[in-house]
């Protein structure tokens, strides 16, 4: 029992990550979606103080590295997974047989292909970052790539006929996705100062382009393609990120 507000936090952490929180994924879809900019935050934050931490013992690759896996195994691999799925599908020959791909807890070559692909970009882009810069970047990465996931559903993308997609599609409003907006945006600024802007629209750009294909292949905005989005997303903050450090920008991080 707790506020609306709280249960939806829960629900939200739930849903995202595999933090025991007492929370029901399934009790209120739309109270928990203006939480998961908020969550992505918490993850990001994890992600780069044990990053920031391991600079200290180690060079920054295995640091990245070791960073990377915490953000997985909090999270379950749950976005990740998204992206597998949804590489798979496009070996598949028609819409139905993808549907089939994505029913499939086996991953395929595509996916594999993808997920590793994805991790190691992720561990390069943060292997590239000073420690205050990853406290800066990643975690307006995670929050703005689960904030440009969710907003694909008011793109006006047909979602699948079922599964998560679907169920989102049917409880999420308007309302809804602009709380997903506001929160996104300010957890962003408040991250990336004042390089906000180009991460903003980086992760609108990667996850638009992710979610149109991958719900072009699959008949409809699936949970997997969300997830796939998600990661696009998130390592093309990154890669702001990491080349604002390379060029010697200012502004990474703002507060020093």
């Given at each position: 029992m707790g506020t609306p507000a709280l249960n939806g936090l829960r629900g939200a952490v739930t849903f995202l990550t595999r933090v025991p929180v007492g929370g029901d994924e399934d009790a209120d879809v739309a109270a928990s979606v203006p939480w998961f900019p908020v969550v992505g935050a918490l993850v990001g934050l994890l992600v780069a103080s044990v990053y920031a931490a391991g600079r200290q013992?180690?060079?920054?690759?295995?640091?990245?590295?070791?960073?990377?896996?915490?953000?997985?195994?909090?999270?379950?691999?749950?976005?990740?997974?998204?992206?597998?799925?949804?590489?798979?599908?496009?070996?598949?020959?028609?819409?139905?047989?993808?549907?089939?791909?994505?029913?499939?807890?086996?991953?395929?070559?595509?996916?594999?292909?993808?997920?590793?692909l994805s991790l190691l970009l992720r561990i390069a882009a943060l292997s590239a970052l000073g420690g205050w810069a990853a406290v800066a970047i990643v975690p307006a990465a995670h929050a703005l790539a689960?904030?440009?996931?969710?907003?694909?559903?008011?793109?006006?993308?047909?979602?699948?006929?079922?599964?998560?997609?679907?169920?989102?599609?049917?409880?999420?409003?308007?309302?809804?996705?602009?709380?997903?907006?506001?929160?996104?945006?300010?957890?962003?600024a408040l991250s990336a100062g004042l390089w906000v802007g180009p991460a903003v629209a980086l992760a609108a750009l990667a996850a638009y382009v992710v979610g149109s294909v991958g719900a072009r292949r699959v008949g409809g905005l699936s949970g997997d393609v969300l997830g796939a989005a998600e990661q696009a997303a998130e390592i093309s903050v990154l890669y702001l990120g990491a080349l604002v450090v390379a060029q010697g920008w200012s502004g990474l991080p703002w507060w020093r």
């Open positions: 013992l180690v060079a920054p690759l295995p640091a990245a590295a070791v960073a990377v896996a915490a953000g997985v195994l909090v999270t379950g691999a749950f976005h990740e997974d998204g992206l597998a799925d949804t590489a798979d599908a496009f070996g598949a020959f028609d819409v139905a047989h993808a549907r089939r791909i994505l029913k499939d807890p086996v991953h395929g070559s595509y996916g594999v292909a993808a997920l590793v689960r904030a440009a996931a969710i907003l694909l559903l008011g793109t006006g993308a047909v979602a699948a006929e079922e599964g998560l997609g679907a169920s989102y599609a049917a409880r999420v409003r308007g309302v809804h996705l602009a709380a997903v907006a506001t929160v996104g945006l300010a957890l962003g």
